[in-house]
């Protein structure tokens, strides 16, 4: 006798038995589902261009249309990389770069973690100076979920592997 399951057609989930026995689907936490999203957003990233190898200093990714993308080294580690992703757009109030991510890679684990950006303001302007762990955790999570969005975005645009890449010293060799 063949068991009769329920499934569902999009996700490919079993939802239950055809005998209305019904199941619960485990449950994420706060942090799994965060933890998840740096990992979502590492193999974006890493599918993007190789952040391991990149030295320290300004690097451009030209794609053939469309506005050209700085990824800054920071500091480059054994096991961490430190960046800052953003256009050559500049916020006419406060001079920085906007937007921008500040993005932490960690390899040994395969996580990128967004640990501010700037769009616009700053996170002090956002959720002030001393803000409770509920508003942290959202305004992480809130942070990350742009850069997974952005990246996205950036990919459909021709950026990455398929980008004509440049140093900082080039790029202002082209526009000179």
């Given amino acids: 006798m063949s068991e009769k399951w329920i ?8 939802l239950g038995h055809a005998s209305g026995r019904r199941f619960r689907l485990p449950r994420m936490s706060r942090l799994s589902y965060l933890m998840a999203l740096y990992q979502e957003n590492f193999q974006k ?3 993007w261009f ?6 320290v200093g300004v690097h451009w990714s030209m ?7 700085r990824v800054e080294v920071i500091e480059q580690h054994a096991y961490t990389t430190e960046l800052v992703l ?7 109030d406060s001079g920085q770069l906007d937007p921008s991510a500040n993005i932490r890679v960690y390899h040994d684990t395969q996580q990128v973690e967004v640990t501010h950006c ?5 996170w002090q302007d956002v959720i002030g ?3 409770p762990s509920e508003m942290l955790y959202a305004h992480r999570l809130q942070m990350n979920i742009f ?3 952005w990246l996205e975005f950036l990919a459909s645009q021709g950026h990455g592997q398929t980008a004509h890449w440049a140093s900082d010293e080039d790029r202002q060799k082209i526009f000179k």
């Fill in 86 to 92: 953003s256009y050559d757009l500049r916020d006419p």
């Fill in 147 to 149: 850069l997974s969005k």
């Fill in 129 to 131: 100076m001393t803000p």
């Fill in 7 to 14: 499934i569902d057609r999009e996700t490919n989930l079993v």
């Fill in 45 to 47: 990233l890493t599918h």
């Fill in 118 to 122: 700037y769009a616009g303001r700053g």
């Fill in 63 to 69: 794609p053939e249309f469309g506005l050209d993308v």
């Fill in 50 to 55: 190789d952040v391991r190898h990149l030295p």
